[in-house]
T-cell receptor, first 114, second 111 residues
Framework: NAGVTQTPKFQVLKTGQSMTLQCAQDMNHEYMSWYRQDPGMGLRLIHY???????DQGEVPNGYNVSRSTTEDFPLRLLSAAPSQTSVYFC?????????????FGQGTRLTVV | DAKTTQPNSMESNEEEPVHLPCNHSTISGTDYIHWYRQLPSQGPEYVIHGLTSNVNNRMASLAIAEDRKSSTLILHRATLRDAAVYYCILRDVNYGQNFVFGPGTRLSVLP
């Protein structure tokens, strides 16, 4: 089983460039989320989606856009990259059942903005 | 903000039990307590979760206080592979019941 697949694994951007981080899951989960993790810190929620066509902002949404046109895919777009967005980005897909909730995380995308 | 409090770091010797504490004094009656861990250079992975009763699985045990304001993750015999950051999490209704992570506890396992 593929689970949650993130691409690319590594990326270097110049300040002002835009790019899309891809996230795909094959578990038919409705809930998907994007997090960023700065060195030595916990994960911070950027955006999330509770189903196709529905997205909402997390703790740190500024500078990022998301869309959810299918259940499987949840891309994260950086509109104009800034050095402060240098981080490791994790996508998660959540099995949502009362009493049996489990989040599955991708391996991460390590982004450097120079 | 995370609704749980954990020690920043803990140390254990290999093959000894480890008790990782977590305080969640503002927990509501329907909140499950979730534990995840993050191995170096990997995404977080599920460890265990529970509501009221103590829970056991192949990875760990979860002991929940009677008033539910604290819990303890128990690794029965720590191995070097258990060195990771352990997160105790309550889901956040402000963010669609998503997992909101705090800094967690960094567990070091000494050979």
């Amino acid at each position: 089983n593929a689970g949650v697949t993130q691409t690319p694994k590594f990326q270097v951007l110049k300040t002002g460039q835009s790019m899309t981080l891809q996230c795909a899951q094959d578990m038919n989960h409705e809930y998907m989320s994007w997090y960023r993790q700065d060195p030595g810190m916990g994960l911070r929620l950027i955006h999330y989606s509770v189903g196709a066509g529905i997205t909402d902002q997390g703790e740190v949404p500024n500078g990022y856009n998301v869309s959810r046109s299918t259940t499987e895919d949840f891309p994260l777009r950086l509109l104009s990259a800034a050095p402060s967005q240098t981080s490791v980005y994790f996508c998660a897909s959540t099995l949502e059942q009362y009493g049996n909730t489990e989040a599955f995380f991708g391996q991460g995308t390590r982004l450097t903005v120079v | 903000d995370a609704k749980t409090t954990q020690p920043n770091s803990m140390e254990s010797n290999e093959e000894e039990p480890v008790h990782l504490p977590c305080n969640h004094s503002t927990i509501s009656g329907t909140d499950y307590i979730h534990w995840y861990r993050q191995l170096p250079s990997q995404g977080p992975e599920y460890v265990i979760h529970g509501l009221t009763s103590n829970v056991n699985n192949r990875m760990a045990s979860l002991a929940i206080a009677e008033d539910r304001k604290s819990s303890t993750l128990i690794l029965h015999r720590a191995t070097l592979r258990d060195a990771a950051v352990y997160y105790c999490i309550l889901r956040d209704v402000n963010y669609g019941q998503n997992f909101v992570f705090g800094p967690g506890t960094r567990l070091s396992v000494l050979p």
